[in-house]
């Protein structure tokens, strides 16, 4: 069965520091999204992504935060320079799309840690 | 804005009671609703959904109905199992936007043997 992989599992990183976390869709869906979860937090939603631009962003989705579909397969999230409260699960998600069905599919989440 | 509220945690069962989570949403025009659930140590995995008013949504023998009139989607379990021990959330999927899901806190359900 299709699924939605994430890199790394867990990534640790120094205050000020670039991170980029990655993510590789199920390989026909066309809508893709990043959420994050604060531990013991509810999920928050970031940014979605259609045809190849930011669709929608939230207000947690600031400057410091950028996306990028570099190829046909991976999806990306970069945050330029971490901050303590960046510490979180970020989880990548895709969905199929208003014709094949609007249910997201998650990956296992990359669990961030700002030193 | 659109929002969703769910039943605060943890809830601690006997295996084999009945479950409920509650789950009520706000939201402009007719969201489609979800239940994900958060097994320890793991991601988010879509339980069930509805898309309308008045489906009921089943899988591993937990249903939910989409109610308009009380703009609910309460989870139910006839008989849980420690298995079913995790977090479970209520989500909805707003008819506007490319569809993200606006989440609730999460019910942290906990089934003793």
């Known amino acids: 069965e299709p699924e939605v992989t994430q890199t790394p599992s867990h990534q640790v990183t120094q205050m000020g520091q670039e991170v980029i976390l990655r993510c590789v869709p199920i390989?026909?869906?066309?809508?893709f999204y990043w959420y994050r979860q604060i531990l013991g937090q509810k999920v928050e939603f970031l940014v979605s992504f259609y045809n190849n631009e930011i669709s929608e962003k939230s207000e947690i989705f600031d400057d410091q935060f950028s996306v990028e579909r570099p190829d046909g397969s991976n999806f990306t999230l970069k945050i330029r320079s971490t901050k303590l409260e960046d510490s979180a699960m970020y989880f990548c998600?895709?969905?199929?799309?208003?014709?094949?069905?609007?249910?997201?599919?998650f990956g296992p989440g990359t669990r961030l840690t700002v030193l | 804005g659109d929002s969703v509220t769910q039943m605060e945690g943890p809830v601690t069962l006997s295996e084999e009671a009945f479950l409920t989570i509650n789950c009520t949403y706000t939201?402009?025009?007719?969201?489609?609703l979800f239940w994900y659930v958060q097994y320890p140590g793991e991601g988010l995995q879509l339980l069930l959904k509805a898309t309308k008013a008045d489906d009921k949504g089943s899988n591993k023998g937990f249903e939910a109905t989409y109610r308009k009139e009380t703009t609910s989607f309460h989870l139910e379990k006839g008989s849980v199992q420690v298995s079913d021990s995790a977090v479970y959330f209520c989500a909805l999927s707003a008819p506007w936007g490319n569809y993200q899901l606006i989440w609730g806190a999460g019910t942290k359900l906990i089934i003793k043997p």
């Open positions: 390989s026909n869906h066309l809508y």
């Open positions: 939201a402009t025009g007719y969201p489609s």
């Open positions: 998600a895709s969905s199929a799309g208003l014709a094949g069905g609007i249910e997201q599919f």
